[in-house]
């Protein structure tokens, strides 16, 4: 089949996961068994990414593609921010960190540069829609650009700034929501099938359904409201590529773990993971990323490194207890085989 001008066999998509969980060994099995792998330029420097970029190509020659995170407005709530920080002051002295707030623009021209160099075939951004140029730029080197979206809005947006397709989130999905704008109640947002019926009647570029799915019925259920594709970033979670720490993935089988829920306590912006004992003790975050995630980006490493769950993110998506220990191509393989008596 044909998937944004790319030859793949599945119509699948392995979701980018930032922050380890994304490898070129997990994009590669993606790739591989048919669909299309992905890997996370989010909160790489230019230099990470560009190794990873060429590790990839050493694993597969199909399509994959990078994600990139757009710059948010450096233009916050400082007081705010200020109050959130002081109150995780009692968590970092437990650990010997320290926690300070900071802007930064996650190397956005940079790696905008690098992606030209390399002539990457599938180009999605997440927070955001560049603009108009940005996607040209991309197109003159033969990419394909997707945004993500959350809401018929942000759809229209990205049609008329000429991207090829987007990528339309639920509220189900694990990991940060990936809205233009977070300045909203934490648990706002549109279900992915109701989204994808609002959506599919906005704009006419295609759609790539993301958000909660996790078995061949998830996917044929999504594929018939109108997407050309799935995205699977938890269903993955559990496979030994994935680059989640082992603490992590057992996290998503363990009885303590009896659901999700939305906070900005890690990040500053609304994100989906196993509801713990953070989230719980600061449900008052304010919507100040990029700020409050490096503020807390020490705090969290300490707490992984301790193999504290409950005092760290784990982003999940609302079907996180279907996740499978098994190879990543199996996964996708098993979803594809299945996907043909159902459509």
């Known amino acids: 089949m044909d998937l944004l001008g790319m030859p793949v066999r599945l119509p699948i998509i392995g979701a980018p996961m930032a922050g380890g969980p994304s490898t070129p060994a997990l994009a590669a099995a993606v790739s591989s068994a048919g669909g299309v792998g992905f890997l996370a330029g989010g909160y ?14 050493t694993l597969t020659s199909a399509p994959f593609g990078i994600n990139l995170f757009m710059p948010q407005d450096a233009d916050v709530d400082q007081a705010a921010v200020s109050r959130y920080v002081e109150s995780l002051q009692p968590e970092a002295r437990s650990v010997g960190v320290e926690v300070v707030p900071s802007w930064d623009d996650d190397h956005w021209s940079d790696k905008l540069d690098l992606l030209e160099r390399t002539h990457v075939p599938l180009v999605s951004m997440t927070f955001g829609c560049p603009s108009a140029d940005v996607i040209a730029r991309l197109h003159q080197v033969g990419a394909k650009v997707v945004v993500t979206v959350t809401t018929p809005v942000e759809a229209r947006i990205a049609e008329a ?8 989130q639920g509220i189900e999905a694990g990991g940060h929501q990936g809205s233009f704008r977070d300045d909203v109640a934490p648990d706002t947002g549109w279900g992915l099938l109701t ?24 996917v044929a259920a999504v594929l018939r409201a109108g997407a050309v594709a799935a995205q699977l970033g938890t269903a993955l979670l559990r496979t030994p ?26 990040s500053g912006r609304r994100a989906r993971g196993l509801r713990n004992a953070f989230m719980l003790a600061h449900p008052d975050a304010p919507s100040a990323y990029p700020y409050i995630n490096n503020a807390t980006r020490a705090l969290r490493r300490a707490a992984q490194a301790r193999g504290y769950a409950n005092a760290t993110n784990r982003w999940a998506g609302q079907g996180y207890r279907l996740a499978r220990q098994r190879p990543a191509a199996e996964v996708v393989s098993a979803i594809g085989s299945e996907l043909d008596g159902l459509l």
């Open 44 to 57: 790489l420097d230019p230099e990470a990414l560009d190794r990873q970029i060429a590790e990839l190509r």
């Open 161 to 168: 700034a000429g991207v090829d397709a987007v990528a339309v």
């Open 195 to 218: 989204l994808l019926a609002a959506i599919r009647d906005s704009v006419q570029v295609p759609m790539i359904a993301a958000g909660g799915l996790m078995t061949a019925h998830d």
């Open 241 to 266: 590529e994935c680059g989640a720490p082992e603490f992590y993935k057992r996290a998503l089988v363990d009885p303590a773990f009896d659901g999700t829920a939305i906070t900005r306590a890690f």
